[in-house]
């Protein structure tokens, strides 16, 4: 009984160490001045582009990782292919690399000076230090977890389901539809919460390839980090607490559309 008593309380103590202090405090320093100054500091114009831009990558990624995550999933479980190993580990590359050599990679391959970004830029397409870019960069990082989600769960299904729609005269698009789309629907929707708390919380990639133009290409996380070091404790403590409560949805959410078994 002792025993599982210290169990706890180590186990508490270290979420609290590490998680619950750090967050309180940043509760608490953000509104030492008064709720006022804390409102004023995070519906400033630089502070709500900020949000909107960090909302609309976040959008943007979402989407298109959702939509390459179902199919690149189907692709390895229904498929058998050569080079299906390779992909999926490649697959599995954000998790492994850290994202600032992401950003650099991205600036090297679309800085204007680089052959795809130059022709590129010609034609009036400018990547880096520009939304095109941050977007990139989000996508990158926040890549594998629709994948990883809904792999097991095709994996669980079976194909019975498919085949038969197929034999009663269903085509591929009215399978996937009304069979696969609707029996994978709650690990779309595990993998999607998972995905937007990545591309929203994303830092490293995006603070290279974006440039911290205060007012043009700072997501939340950027902007954050620029009012911190011009001692604007005030603004750097409200615009924190504001991810801090997109995490903390982001955590309920996750938490909803979690299996019942793993609850």
């Given at each position: 009984?002792?025993a ?21 405090m940043v509760?608490?320093?953000?509104f ?19 949000l ?5 990558v976040?959008?943007?990624?979402v ?9 690149c999933a ?8 050569r ?23 991205l600036?090297i ?12 830029a010609?034609?009036?397409?400018r990547v ?46 009215q ?18 919460v998972?995905?937007t708390a ?12 974006s ?27 409200a ?21 019942k078994e793993?609850?």
């Open positions: 009984m002792t599982r008593i210290s169990l706890r309380v180590v186990a508490l103590g270290y979420l609290a160490l590490l998680l619950v202090f750090p967050v309180a509760f608490a320093r953000t030492e001045k008064g709720v006022g100054a804390a409102w004023a500091a995070v519906t400033s114009p630089d502070a709500l582009h900020a909107w831009l960090t909302i609309l976040a959008a943007i990624s989407t298109a990782n959702t939509v390459f995550g179902i199919v189907i692709v390895l479980v229904r498929h058998r292919f080079g299906r190993g390779l992909l999926n580990a490649v697959l599995d590359l954000p998790l492994a690399v850290s994202p600032v050599v992401v950003g650099l990679a600036f391959l679309y800085s204007r000076t680089a052959p795809v970004g130059g022709w590129l010609e034609h009036g397409i880096i230090f520009s939304t095109p870019g941050i977007v990139l960069a989000t996508m990158f990082v926040s890549l594998p977890f629709v994948v990883r989600e809904v792999m097991p769960v095709l994996r669980e299904i079976g194909t019975e389901q498919e085949q038969a729609a197929s034999t009663l005269g269903a085509s591929p698009f399978t996937f539809w009304m069979v696969t789309l609707p029996a994978i629907r709650q690990g779309v929707a595990y993998g999607v998972l995905t990545r591309a929203i919380g994303e830092f490293g990639a995006v603070s290279v390839v440039g911290r133009i205060s007012g043009l290409t700072e997501t939340m996380t950027v902007y954050v980090q620029d009012r911190f070091q011009n001692f604007d404790l005030v603004g750097c403590y615009a924190a607490v504001v991810l801090a409560l997109i995490a903390i949805a982001t955590l309920l959410l996750t938490d909803l559309f979690k299996p793993e609850q």
